[in-house]
């Protein structure tokens, strides 16, 4: 059983930082792409940044420049480092993943549970 799971959620200032983790747990053969997902009250999810297996990256407009994203393979865990932090950003953040469990030799979608950031003014 393989298991996504986000921490390092919670309050912070206007200006202020915060540092996303997503840990992959469980029956893994491979990791494939990897992203952060977000959805604010009222609208629909939204993609904030991926990263491939190689460390190639893409942001949203939104969040370029102000977040970046990185991963540790040895360690099948991902990071969201955000800086300069807005109220726009407030929402439920959560982790997406490309698996290839242990004897599957197919990938599968995954998300993880989400974790709250709240940006306030």
């Known amino acids: 059983q393989v298991q996504l799971v986000e921490s390092g959620g919670g309050l912070v200032q206007a200006g202020g930082s915060l540092r996303l983790s997503c840990a992959a747990s469980?029956?893994?053969?491979?990791?494939?792409?990897m992203g952060w997902y977000r959805r604010a009250p009222g609208n629909p999810r939204e993609m904030v940044a991926t990263?491939?297996?190689?460390?190639?990256?893409n942001y949203a407009g939104s969040v370029k420049g102000r977040f970046t994203i990185s991963r540790d393979n040895a360690k099948n865990t991902m990071y969201l480092q955000m800086n300069s932090l807005k109220p726009g950003d407030t929402a439920v953040y959560y982790c997406?993943?490309?698996?290839?469990?242990?004897?599957?030799?197919?990938?599968?979608?995954?998300w993880g549970q989400g974790t709250q950031v709240t940006v306030s003014s």
């Open positions: 997406n993943a490309r698996i290839v469990p242990r004897a599957t030799w197919s990938s599968y979608n995954y």
């Open positions: 990263i491939t297996t190689g460390g190639s990256t």
């Open positions: 469980g029956n893994i053969f491979s990791i494939d792409d």
